[in-house]
């Protein structure tokens, strides 16, 4: 098993590649909400190729947005699986300084949820997704606790990010959790089906 400091270099650099792809997907959103977004029609109402867009542009953005989430999918859970050895092996090793180092380097994401679901609406993209009501979210998309100012910024990614999936962690009960959250059009209101409200810190 590798050591305390091996799993910490591999942790950091697990990070940089989220930040990476994170930084990569807000660039992309940016092209597309420029242009299109994610589910605008690309032909006119006769069937031609609109010529008020980069076709070419949108589609080579949507196809990387639905690569790179997948992929930053892949990451939160190797991140999460590694801390969770990191902590076993600093408990085991009885190592103050390690468990502080952790800590702090995770705490704005784990520690501190910013918001709570406090309602979901049966059938709709959030109850489908195992998103449950008490959940403390500690990362929408590309939002967590050092970036998120208010609701407004859970709202424009969900209008965003219509029909492509979102990395949602949350803590409930104690416990890290990830889900992965595809806002849409259902038969209720809204694209998610859920009440979010800020937390008080």
Sequence with gaps: ?????????????????????????????????????????LV??????????????????RHDIICKNNDLKVIMNEIEELLYQIHSAAREEKSTET??????????EILF????????????PAS????????????FGSVKTNNFKGLKDIADIVQHSKGMPLSIAVLRQGQL??????PRTWSGRGLLGCNIVPKNR
């Design 99 to 108: 468990q502080m180092e952790v800590r702090t380097t995770r705490e704005e």
């Design 113 to 124: 949820p910013f918001a709570t679901v406090d309602r979901i609406e049966d059938g709709s």
């Design 44 to 61: 006119d109402t006769e069937g031609f190729p609109r010529a008020d867009i980069d076709i070419y542009s949108v589609r080579h953005a």
């Design 177 to 182: 959790i990830h889900v992965g959250l595809t």
């Design 128 to 139: 489908t997704s195992g998103l449950q009501v008490g959940d403390e979210i500690v990362q």
């Design 1 to 41: 098993m590798a050591s305390v400091a091996q799993m910490m270099k591999q942790f950091k650099d697990l990070e940089k590649k989220r930040a990476r792809i994170e930084n990569e997907i807000k660039e992309l959103n940016d092209v597309l909400i420029s242009e299109v977004g994610m589910s605008g029609a």
